[in-house]
């Protein structure tokens, strides 16, 4: 079965660095997500995308994070400027135009 | 806004016994709802969905969930679980079908006595 795959598994950066977490959507699904969870908190909606370009966000989603689809095969987020508390699990989702979510295996960011 | 509460944050169940998890959404139309399941160290998987229809939905690893508009809730069920189960769960709801994000519950953990 198709799979949403996700590197790196692990990320360790230090507070103030860019990163970039990668995402590799299945490949037929249109609408494209990021979701974050901090450790022992819920899992938490940052921004959904479809047609080159963000349909939702959260209020989370500030200015230091952007998305990016920047081939016909990844999904792309980026944290301008690291700080303590993005320390969570980032989850890529993706689906077709009718389905449900499907969610990749997570990238653990730790900041430190 | 819609929110979901899943009242027990823990749940302790011996093994080849009965479970049901708690869910209950606020929304003001009918909502699309949804259990995954996260395994440590993994992602999130998808356990069934209710779109419409029959309110009774059957997912995934022998779980079922009944909508229950009255009641607002979208519980969780197994006739007999395994230790495979241990594991936190996550009910969720959506107002378009996906088309916007998800709101999760906070989860409930689901630990197996032997």
């Known amino acids: 079965e198709p799979e949403v795959t996700q590197t790196p598994s692990h990320q360790v950066t230090q507070m103030g660095q860019e990163v970039i977490l990668r995402c590799v959507p299945i490949s037929n699904h249109l609408y494209f997500y990021w979701y974050r969870q901090i450790l022992g908190q819920k899992v938490e909606f940052l921004v959904s995308?479809?047609?080159?370009?963000?349909?939702?966000k959260s209020e989370i989603f500030d200015d230091q994070f952007s998305v990016e689809r920047p081939d016909g095969s990844n999904f792309t987020l980026k944290i301008r400027s690291t700080k303590l508390e993005d320390s969570a699990m980032y989850f890529c989702?993706?689906?077709?135009?009718?389905?449900?979510?499907?969610f990749g295996n997570g990238t653990r960011l730790t900041v430190t | 806004a819609q929110s979901v509460t899943q009242p027990d944050i823990h749940i302790t169940v011996s093994e080849g016994a009965s479970l049901e998890l708690r869910c209950n959404y606020s929304y003001g139309a009918t909502p699309y709802l949804f259990w995954y399941v996260q395994s440590p160290g993994q992602g999130l998987q998808l356990l069934l969905k209710y779109f419409s229809g029959d309110t009774l939905v059957q997912g995934i690893k022998g779980f079922e969930a009944e909508f229950k508009r009255s009641q607002s809730s979208f519980n969780l069920r197994k006739p007999s679980v395994h230790w495979s189960d241990a594991a936190e769960y996550f009910c969720?709801?959506?107002?378009?079908?996906?088309?916007?994000?998800?709101?999760f519950g906070k989860g409930t953990h689901l630990i197996i006595q032997p």
């Open positions: 989702a993706s689906r077709a135009e009718q389905g449900p979510l499907h």
């Open positions: 969720a709801v959506s107002h378009r079908g996906g088309a916007d994000g998800l709101t």
């Open positions: 995308f479809y047609n080159n370009e963000i349909s939702e």
